[in-house]
């Protein structure tokens, strides 16, 4: 079985959260926690690690938009989903400038607005997987590389174990 998406989810109208934790969860790919405050959030990424955010957009103190960009300050890449009841065209642009994974309209019918954030979900955290592969891959790659020359320029196994440890920890 497929290891569970830890997914944190974001918003101030709890009424919602738990609704949304029990139907993202349903599936069976997803490990949900739910907060209602984006400090307590940000609170909550500094001690544990998640696959996803989703977040709305509307809330007290601070927005979506700027818990987007502290996230991306503070925690990087993580994948991010705006997922609101605001609609405007400003909030879609500010989400893509500051690197929104994905941005997602509420409302509508409930089961495919829930299946359309789960297959974002999925798609986000697959590409951001995909992209720690390839980086590790490229670093794999580097250690070989480098390693094969100093195999080929260097005679002394002594001087040539030295090298190849100098290479591990360098790359």
């Known amino acids: 079985?497929?290891?569970?998406?830890?997914?944190?989810?974001?918003?101030?109208?709890?009424?919602?959260?738990e609704i949304e934790k029990m139907f993202l969860e349903e599936s069976g790919e997803f490990s949900v926690t739910?907060?209602?405050s984006t400090p307590a959030a940000l609170d909550l990424l500094n001690?544990?690690?998640?696959?996803?955010?989703?977040?709305?957009?509307?809330?007290?103190g601070m927005d979506g938009i700027q818990f987007l960009v502290e996230v991306r300050a503070r925690f990087g890449k993580i994948p991010f989903i705006?997922?609101?009841?605001?609609?405007?065209e400003e909030v879609v642009i500010?989400?893509?400038?500051?690197?929104?994974n994905f941005y997602l309209q509420k409302g509508g019918e409930t089961e495919s607005q829930f299946a359309e954030l789960l297959h974002k979900i999925k798609t986000a955290t697959d590409h951001?997987?995909?992209e720690e592969q390839v980086?590790?891959?490229?670093?794999?790659?580097?250690?070989?590389?480098?390693t094969n020359k100093?195999?080929?320029?260097i005679k002394d196994k002594k001087e040539l174990l030295k090298e190849i440890c100098r290479i591990v920890i360098d790359i």
């Open 34 to 36: 739910i907060i209602d």
């Open 135 to 146: 980086i590790y891959l490229n670093r794999l790659y580097a250690v070989l590389s480098a």
């Open 150 to 153: 100093a195999i080929v320029r």
């Open 128 to 130: 951001r997987r995909d």
């Open 1 to 17: 079985m497929e290891a569970s998406i830890r997914v944190l989810y974001v918003d101030d109208e709890t009424g919602l959260l």
């Open 47 to 60: 001690k544990k690690k998640f696959d996803a955010i989703v977040s709305d957009y509307q809330m007290a």
């Open 94 to 100: 500010k989400a893509i400038n500051n690197e929104a």
């Open 82 to 88: 705006l997922f609101t009841g605001k609609g405007r």
